[in-house]
């Protein structure tokens, strides 16, 4: 079973607190956190899927680990408006891993989603990147599209995190999934800040096998599910964003959710979901 090593570095690189288990593990770490801290799983095999919880005021959620291991930079500063004042603040922090279980690998989810996501590569997957992010600021990076927080209706805060383009036209967002998954369905839910925000009355998605979808969207905070044939991919990309006529300048994605599964391939590594015996 796969050894779990789940450890606090200081900006040095220093090791502060470390805990190890085999297919589970759980630190609980007294001191508060300093500028530079990360966060760091290490995993004797490589390639796994996990539920994480780096903090207890986040839910844990089922995210893939590739490689050996991933890095969670604690966040400071400007980086911290992102979070509940509650995330990461004062003493006693609890951080939680998990395998997770042939049935929850199985399950049809979204499978964009991803609360612990990080601004650089290196930390748990998918992983989500763009060519803008309005005025470099965290509340408006592309992560934020994946982070699972829908209330749209504000901006500039948590929980109004969203991916802002910076009012450019050839904006381009894209999800890399770091394995291939197979995917049927995406949700749209847009910033509805309105009369603040504008919003686009198209976009197109791009997936790596070649395929695209272009959608129309309409103007409404709710969320807009556009169905389409299973499509097995790796990446996607969400661009040719076709602004609809609006006095605003301002157009932004709070969530996009990408429904689907994991591929017969990876099922199949990691074994048949157990059945249930009811006595």
Not at 108 to 114: E, S
Request: aromatic fraction near 12%.
């Amino acid at each position: 079973m796969t050894r779990f090593t789940l450890s606090v570095l200081n900006a040095a690189g220093e090791t502060t607190a470390s805990a190890t288990g085999q297919g589970e593990v759980w630190l609980v770490y007294g001191p508060e956190y300093a500028p530079g801290d990360r966060l760091r799983l290490d995993c004797s095999d490589p390639d796994q899927f996990i539920v994480l919880q780096l903090d207890d005021a986040l839910p844990p959620a089922y995210v893939y680990c590739k490689g050996s291991g991933c890095d969670y930079p604690v966040p400071y500063g400007e980086a911290r408006k992102i979070f509940s004042s509650r995330a990461f603040a004062g003493t006693q922090h609890y951080l939680h891993v998990r395998l997770a279980t042939p049935a929850e690998i199985s399950q049809r989810r979204d499978l964009a989603l991803n609360p612990w996501a990080t601004h650089e590569p290196g930390g748990p997957l998918p992983f989500a990147f763009a060519n803008v992010e309005t005025r470099g600021e965290m509340v408006f990076a592309a992560k934020n599209a994946i982070d699972g927080l829908k209330a749209n209706d504000s901006h500039g805060a948590w929980p109004y995190t969203s991916w802002g383009i910076d009012r450019d036209p050839k904006a381009a967002w894209r999800l890399d999934f770091g394995r291939a998954v197979e995917l049927d369905e995406a949700v749209f839910y847009l910033r509805a800040d309105f009369p603040h925000d504008a919003w686009w009355r198209e976009a197109t998605l791009h997936f790596s096998d070649g395929s695209r979808l272009t959608v129309p969207l309409e103007k409404t905070g709710t969320g807009q599910r556009f169905p389409f044939s299973p499509r097995q991919v790796e990446w996607v990309t969400l661009d040719t964003l076709i602004k609809a006529d609006d006095p605003s300048p301002f157009p932004a994605l709070t969530q996009l959710g990408l429904w689907g599964r994991e591929t017969a391939e990876t099922l199949a590594r990691f074994g048949p979901v157990p059945s249930r015996t009811i006595y």
